[in-house]
């Protein structure tokens, strides 16, 4: 195996603060998208559900052109830096606009959101997949690749606890300022998406200056007849359908983030009684109990899923990624369990369970990066390809999806257990004491049960996936040295 280390701090540092800044705009996205729809620009439950299952269908077919396109073009900047050049100002103007909620009729705001929200992915898509390519080019080394890829996710995660912690203090802030209601929710959505989008792009937009490409693997040459296609190949590359099934088996990880606020509005309720409050008391009080509530949840997952980000550079010098993302997808699974049984009426016991129930989400964001590259080492010893940007692509596509399937879950719950924000009233923000037994026990479901089933499920690709310890070991040596024989060499 390669030993030989390529890429110096100051490198992968400028690397992972660019992770930052894009967790930063596509924390806001996934964490807050369906409140946003939801209680905001209050669109209907069946059309934001309608919007997240057509945009994964095209985003099936988005994601791999960009893929095949990066596999194929050789830009003089870069295969991969290239497009982290032109992105990041079209990414930040569409991430502002996507949390933005114009004064429109019902139907009009549909199609300002469907617009928005398609052209969003498609952008994203060019920045997200040549960045996470990037690695595959910055080091020959699967090891030191491994370690990128896993500080980058960490800070990557902290990231998108920025848009949380501006939620949680937007929310203290805005009631002083005579914000209430709808009008609070908008200003406070505004505000999040411009800082995002606007400071998490420049620090994207360092890593073109900042990081080289190294290894330059030669453009796929024209496939004759009878030789398998790109798609086929990806999608023929067992190990890497594996770590996808697995991406997708445990989408319900997402729902810890992108739940929180929704539990926070319609379940938990913490603070001073509500009874007897009017007017400003009662909007503060409200709003009190959203931001506190999400935040204690936004830290509790953030030191469960940081934490475990953290501990997957040591522990992966001793256990294979799969046996990294089994344990803790048991774990997880078995602390949701509990939080479930336990109730919302015990928020307070439900924070620490919440908090291991968080680790799979970072072991999982960590390790499944990592193994794309195991899985395209796989590839190219087999078959003499490499496809880095349709690997990549089926990664960025399993996440969008994953996020989606969270956020669909979510939106689907509201339609379960009937509840109709349209009826809540514009001027105040809701009560979860006033709600139903049916409404709270349903949206507690997303961040308790499902997940717990989601990565129970998880864990059965895993059992057939065999790039692990030696054989790993040995397929690495194997491919350095056809790489020598093959004239590609490692700047």
């Given at each position: 195996?390669?030993?030989?280390?390529?890429?110096?701090?100051?490198?992968?540092?400028?690397?992972?603060?660019?992770?930052?800044?894009?967790?930063?705009?596509?924390?806001?996205?996934?964490?807050?998208?369906?409140?946003?729809?939801?209680?905001?620009?209050?669109?209907?439950?069946?059309?934001?559900?309608?919007?997240?299952?057509?945009?994964?269908?095209?985003?099936?077919?988005?994601?791999?052109?960009?893929?095949?396109?990066?596999?194929?073009?050789?830009?003089?900047?870069?295969?991969?830096?290239?497009?982290?050049?032109?992105?990041?100002?079209?990414?930040?103007?569409?991430?502002?606009?996507?949390?933005?909620?114009?004064?429109?009729?019902?139907?009009?705001?549909?199609?300002?959101?469907?617009?928005?929200?398609?052209?969003?992915?498609?952008?994203?898509?060019?920045?997200?997949?040549?960045?996470?390519?990037?690695?595959?080019?910055?080091?020959?080394?699967?090891?030191?690749?491994?370690?990128?890829?896993?500080?980058?996710?960490?800070?990557?995660?902290?990231?998108?606890?920025i848009p949380m912690a501006m939620f949680m203090a937007l929310g203290f802030i805005l009631p002083k300022l005579n914000l209430s209601g709808t009008e609070l929710e908008k200003t406070k959505y505004t505000v999040m998406a411009f800082v995002c989008s606007v400071i998490g792009n420049i620090l994207f937009v360092r890593v073109y200056f900042k990081t080289k490409e190294r290894v330059?693997?030669?453009?796929?040459?024209?496939?004759?007849?009878?030789?398998?296609?790109?798609?086929?190949?990806?999608?023929?590359?067992?190990?890497?359908?594996?770590?996808?099934?697995?991406?997708?088996?445990?989408?319900?990880?997402?729902?810890?983030?992108?739940?929180?606020?929704?539990?926070?509005?319609?379940?938990?309720?913490?603070?001073?009684?509500?009874?007897?409050?009017?007017?400003?008391?009662?909007?503060?009080?409200?709003q009190s109990n959203i931001s506190s509530v999400s935040t204690i949840m936004s830290v509790a997952s953030a030191i469960g899923m940081f934490g475990a980000m953290i501990a997957v550079t040591p522990l992966i010098k001793r256990f294979s990624y799969k046996q990294i993302?089994?344990?803790?997808?048991?774990?997880?699974?078995?602390?949701?369990?509990?939080?479930?049984?336990?109730?919302?009426?015990?928020?307070?016991?439900?924070?620490?369970?919440?908090?291991?129930?968080?680790?799979?989400?970072?072991?999982?964001?960590?390790?499944?990066?990592?193994?794309?590259?195991?899985?395209?080492?796989?590839?190219?010893?087999?078959?003499?390809?490499?496809?880095?940007?349709?690997?990549?692509?089926?990664?960025?596509?399993?996440?969008?999806?994953?996020?989606?399937?969270?956020?669909?879950?979510?939106?689907?719950?509201?339609?379960?257990?009937?509840?109709?924000?349209?009826?809540?009233?514009?001027?105040?923000?809701?009560?979860?004491?006033?709600?139903?037994?049916?409404?709270?026990?349903?949206?507690?479901?997303?961040?308790?049960?499902?997940?717990?089933?989601?990565?129970?499920?998880?864990?059965?690709?895993?059992?057939?996936?065999?790039?692990?310890?030696?054989?790993?070991?040995?397929?690495?040596?194997?491919?350095?040295?056809?790489?020598?024989?093959?004239?590609?060499?490692?700047?």
């Amino acid at each position: 195996m390669e030993s030989r280390n390529y890429v110096k701090k100051n490198e992968w540092m400028a690397y992972a603060v660019g992770a930052l800044g894009q967790g930063m705009v596509y924390g806001i996205m996934s964490s807050y998208i369906s409140d946003f729809y939801l209680n905001v620009l209050k669109v209907t439950p069946i059309f934001v559900l309608m919007l997240m299952l057509l945009a994964r269908i095209w985003d099936a077919i988005n994601d791999p052109i960009m893929g095949y396109i990066m596999d194929h073009a050789n830009p003089k900047h870069g295969k991969m830096r290239t497009y982290l050049l032109f992105t990041p100002i079209p990414v930040a103007i569409l991430t502002f606009f996507l949390f933005y909620a114009p004064d429109l009729s019902t139907t009009q705001k549909m199609i300002y959101a469907g617009v928005t929200y398609v052209a969003w992915g498609m952008i994203y898509t060019s920045s997200d997949v040549p960045f996470w390519s990037l690695p595959n080019a910055m080091t020959p080394n699967a090891d030191e690749r491994g370690s990128i890829i896993s500080k980058a996710r960490t800070f990557n995660g902290v990231g998108s606890a920025i848009p949380m912690a501006m939620f949680m203090a937007l929310g203290f802030i805005l009631p002083k300022l005579n914000l209430s209601g709808t009008e609070l929710e908008k200003t406070k959505y505004t505000v999040m998406a411009f800082v995002c989008s606007v400071i998490g792009n420049i620090l994207f937009v360092r890593v073109y200056f900042k990081t080289k490409e190294r290894v330059n693997i030669p453009i796929p040459k024209k496939r004759e007849k009878g030789q398998p296609g790109s798609l086929k190949l990806i999608f023929t590359c067992k190990p890497l359908m594996l770590t996808a099934a697995m991406g997708i088996l445990s989408a319900a990880r997402y729902m810890f983030q992108a739940g929180a606020v929704h539990v926070a509005r319609y379940s938990f309720y913490i603070g001073k009684e509500p009874s007897g409050l009017t007017g400003k008391e009662l909007e503060a009080a409200l709003q009190s109990n959203i931001s506190s509530v999400s935040t204690i949840m936004s830290v509790a997952s953030a030191i469960g899923m940081f934490g475990a980000m953290i501990a997957v550079t040591p522990l992966i010098k001793r256990f294979s990624y799969k046996q990294i993302i089994i344990v803790s997808a048991l774990i997880g699974a078995a602390s949701s369990l509990a939080m479930w049984f336990v109730g919302y009426d015990n928020f307070w016991v439900c924070v620490p369970l919440l908090l291991i129930s968080t680790i799979p989400c970072g072991t999982i964001n960590v390790c499944a990066f990592a193994m794309v590259g195991d899985c395209l080492d796989y590839m190219e010893l087999k078959t003499g390809v490499r496809l880095t940007g349709m690997g990549s692509a089926i990664q960025s596509f399993v996440t969008k999806f994953g996020n989606a399937i969270a956020t669909s879950a979510i939106i689907l719950m509201y339609i379960i257990v009937d509840l109709d924000v349209s009826t809540i009233s514009a001027k105040v923000t809701a009560n979860p004491l006033e709600m139903d037994a049916s409404v709270r026990t349903g949206i507690f479901s997303v961040i308790s049960l499902i997940p717990a089933i989601s990565l129970l499920l998880c864990i059965i690709p895993m059992f057939f996936y065999k790039i692990n310890g030696k054989y790993r070991e040995q397929m690495e040596k194997e491919l350095a040295e056809q790489r020598a024989a093959r004239g590609i060499e490692i700047e």
